[in-house]
């Protein structure tokens, strides 16, 4: 498109200060992680690792990586096998209500995290009188993961068509021995990155997590929300909210890598 | 793709059950979709469907002020007290006009970068800025919003950068709310005007020039126009999601409540769940009114 120079240095311009005020308060926290003052005030006076021995030392924040490794690992698993077995039916196969069955998977991230936390929070606890645990976090954490598997998936199996399966079926091997030798070993990449991005939403998930977590489970989200507003903590919460970041970018990127595409994080 | 050929021995043919069930498969497409809808199907419709459905019937429940317990006898009490308290209005208001603004101050900022993106940039360039939006997207919800609490504190950096201008740290309260929501919701408005602009054909707006239009005006009659679509797919993400919110307004809102902390409220320390539902229905039914309206402009096709 023919533009004037001038248009073109506004818009990089434009382009440039958007991106650094998207990153900057990212990297405040990551310097703060290491500024000596309690109160966290600009610019740091200096270097320290104290936060961050402290962080390390905290039984609370460390417990609380803990519950929400479990909770991201199983509901990461929970969503692998639903999300893979629900694209599989909707890529391969015709049927009635399909574009609702669509609707269905996309439904618990499109809705605010607030519904999606009050609706399940009332089931438990309103209706079926379950105590709210660690098993309520990982349910509701699996409901919403299972798209971001069902997307990765369902791209792949998209672009790799289904002339190979066909074959295979053709040369006598039967479904099961389709899905091990043929079908998986395809899919084996779209299924990690599906995994590390569900892995990384149910691992900084907040809004749902309060609704379904209870007293006694603290996750490293609820964590950070409990003591945010202890002075004494604040540089601590701060060391934590860096772990936060690192722990949910480094899985995208690797996922990015994986499945080759950007497509795969929308 | 390659298939790695050495390790796709099929192995013999033998009587057993797994055997059996497979050829019984092969010949029945209708079984196989069943059984690979039953346990995902299963698990949506138990855990999200029933539990929606139960939400709506649970607002006209009504919880017993001397025992706690829930009253399961239908009545409309709770729909009559968030229509007629005037809290619940201000406070709907409030969240309305907080997220309205959020998805202004979002559009605005994301025109100008998706146009870049879209029609400016190289295709190496553009890769990278597409990556460069993404990425923040999946830093924590959480983390942002106390990153803007830094940001924004007495003595931050705002307050540090602001001062030779003469100017302050807007504080705690709806200002930083404002701020805070659109940037969290910035890449989920910049995506789909980003590619709602790559299906724009340059053409068009080389022959708008050509015929004499200034950039400006090829913008707002040629652009703009097959642009609405797309803004408001991006708007519905904005929009929706500052209607639900209520962690931002706890960190950096000061003593401001939005409908969310009511929510949160009272399901939490006025243990008043009926209620609770009864009002998270407000955002619902603001979301299906917005989205009826905005139907008829093709923008749920964008989403």
């Known amino acids: 498109m023919i533009l004037s120079s001038t248009v073109r240095r506004v818009l990089v311009a434009l382009t440039g200060l958007v991106l650094l005020v998207m990153y900057l308060p990212l990297v405040v926290v990551v310097i703060n992680s290491f500024n000596p003052s309690r109160t966290l005030t ?8 104290e936060w961050w021995r402290r962080a390390w030392e905290s039984e609370g924040a460390r417990d609380a990586v803990v519950s929400s490794v479990e909770v991201a ?14 694209s599989l039916a909707l ?16 439904l618990p991230i499109a809705l605010p995290g607030i519904v999606t936390g009050i609706a399940l929070n009332n089931a438990f606890r309103g209706i079926l009188g379950i105590q709210l645990g660690i098993l309520t976090v990982i349910v509701a954490h699996a409901t919403f993961c299972i798209v971001t598997v069902f997307n990765n998936v369902q791209a792949r199996l998209r672009r790799m068509g289904g002339s190979f399966e066909e074959a295979s079926a053709d040369l006598g091997a ?16 779209a299924l990690l990155a599906g995994g590390l991005l569900a892995f990384a939403l149910s691992f900084d998930e907040i809004i749902v997590t309060t609704f379904t977590a209870g007293a006694g489970t603290t996750t490293l989200p609820i964590w950070i929300l409990n003591n945010l507003f202890r002075p004494n903590q604040a540089p601590v919460v701060n060391v934590v909210a860096v772990v936060l970041i690192l722990v949910s970018i480094l899985p995208i990127w690797l996922a990015q890598k994986l499945s080759g595409d950007t497509e795969a994080l929308r | 793709m390659s298939v790695d050929t050495t390790r796709a021995a099929v192995p013999p043919s033998r009587g057993t059950a797994a055997r059996r069930a497979s050829s019984q498969l092969s010949a029945r497409p209708r079984l196989r979709l069943s059984l690979l809808l039953a346990a995902p199907l299963t698990w949506l419709v138990l855990v999200y469907v029933v539990a929606l459905a139960a939400l709506l019937v649970s607002a006209l429940w ?45 559009v605005l900022v994301a025109l100008p970068i998706a146009f870049y993106m879209a029609k400016v940039a190289s295709k190496r360039a553009q890769r ?29 950096i705002f307050q540090w950068a602001a001062s030779p201008f003469g100017l302050d740290t807007p504080g705690y309260g709806l200002t930083a709310v404002v701020i805070t929501q659109a940037y969290i919701w910035l890449p989920y408005v910049i995506l789909p005007i980003f590619a709602g602009l790559e299906r724009v054909p340059n ?98 096709e964008n989403l």
């Open chain 1, 42 to 49: 600009w610019p740091p006076t200096g270097v320290t690792l």
């Open chain 1, 73 to 86: 690992v199983a509901s990461t698993v929970i969503a692998l096998v639903l999300g893979t077995l629900m």
């Open chain 1, 91 to 106: 890529q391969r196969y015709r049927f009635f209500g399909k574009s609702s069955v669509n609707l269905l998977v996309i």
């Open chain 1, 174 to 189: 039967g479904v099961w021995t389709t899905f091990r030798l043929v079908t998986f070993p395809q899919l084996r990449s």
């Open chain 2, 62 to 106: 009504t919880v017993d002020s001397f025992t706690g317990e829930i009253d399961r006898s239908l009545t409309l009490d709770n729909l009559k007290e968030i229509t007629t308290e005037s809290l619940y209005r201000t406070v709907a208001l409030r969240t309305v006009g907080v997220a309205a603004l959020v998805t202004v101050v979002d």
């Open chain 2, 128 to 156: 990278i800025l597409v990556i460069a939006v993404l990425t923040p997207l999946w830093a924590s919800y959480l983390v942002k919003a106390f990153a803007w609490r830094s940001v924004l504190s007495d003595g931050g």
């Open chain 2, 203 to 300: 053409s068009l707006v080389d022959a708008a020039g050509d015929l004499g239009a200034s950039p400006w005006t090829s913008m707002r009659t040629i652009v703009l126009p097959l642009l609405v679509p797309a803004i408001i797919a991006g708007s519905i993400f904005s929009f929706s999601l500052t209607l639900g919110d209520y962690i931002t307004v706890n960190i950096v809102g000061g003593a401001n409540q939005m409908l969310g902390n009511l929510v949160y409220t009272n399901v939490g320390a006025a243990n008043n769940l009926p209620l609770a539902a009864a009002i998270a229905l407000i955002p619902i039914v603001i979301m299906i009114g917005y989205l009826t309206a905005v139907r008829r402009t093709g923008a749920l």
